[in-house]
T-cell receptor, first 113, second 115 residues
Framework: AQSVTQPDIHITVSEGASLELRCNYS??????LFWYVQSPGQGLQLLLK??????LVQGIKGFEAEFKRSQSSFNLRKPSVHWSDAAEYFC???????????FGAGTRLAVHP | NAGVMQNPRHLVRRRGQEARLRCSPM?????VYWYRQLPEEGLKFMVY????????ESGMPKERFSAEFPKEGPSILRIQQVVRGDSAAYFC?????????????FGPGTRLTVL
């Protein structure tokens, strides 16, 4: 069965520090992978997506993610975190011809000044 | 170009009442997805609709839940005889086409509280 695992429920980093959020997926075919961010009480905003091609994907707000097929991973990174990055981050895999999204449970990021 | 709109943003119902959640997709989008987010959990797919058609309802509970996307007007997610376990945030997303490479754009959600 298809699934997405985000091993870290909560992460706390200091402002200016680097960040890596982990995501592992289970899907038999070529995955379409997404990272979304959700601020408190808000909807989801797409940060970046991977369909094919270059395995290092650039997104908005200075985020990037790397697809590693051998590890079934799609980790999200940012070199220097800003206080405004505090939010919940969701990794998702799109399945089927219409991209039904299977979400991970999310990682809540806190940023210390 | 307005984004995906959902209303109401907050809805309070007593057990046994009906809840109607509305979703207006982005202009030019004819595909709508509904997801449910239980407290402290990720989003779970419920249903995928095109205009006047339900394409995939594999995530919908078999009873009390229904969805429609009429030719005119918003998509409606209807929950009959609500129970406390229905309390959640319900998100709608839309995309322009049925394509595995299309991005889904999410609305702000409707937060349903069942007393």
């Amino acid at each position: 069965a298809q699934s997405v695992t985000q091993p870290d429920i909560h992460i706390t980093v200091s402002e200016g520090a680097s960040l890596e959020l982990r995501c592992n997926y289970s899907y038999g075919a070529t995955p379409y992978l997404f990272w979304y961010v959700q601020s408190p009480g808000q909807g989801l905003q797409l940060l970046l997506k991977y369909f094919s091609g270059d395995t290092l994907v650039q997104g908005i707000k200075g985020f990037e993610a790397e697809f590693k097929r051998s590890q079934s991973s799609f980790n999200l990174r940012k070199p220097s975190v800003h206080w405004s990055d505090a939010a919940e981050y969701f990794c998702a895999v799109g399945i089927g011809g219409y991209n039904k999204l299977i979400f991970g449970a999310g990682t809540r990021l806190a940023v210390h000044p | 170009n307005a984004g995906v709109m959902q209303n109401p943003r907050h809805l309070v119902r007593r057990r046994g009442q009906e809840a109607r959640l509305r979703c207006s997709p982005m202009k030019g989008h004819s595909h709508v997805y509904w997801y449910r987010q239980l407290p402290e959990e990720g989003l779970k797919f419920m249903v995928y609709l095109q205009k006047e058609n339900i394409i995939d309802e594999s995530g919908m509970p078999k009873e009390r839940f229904s969805a429609e996307f009429p030719k005119e007007g918003p998509s409606i997610l209807r929950i009959q005889q609500v129970v406390r376990g229905d309390s959640a945030a319900y998100f709608c997303a839309s995309s322009p086409e049925q394509s595995s490479t299309d991005t889904q754009y999410f609305g702000p959600g409707t937060r349903l509280t069942v007393l």
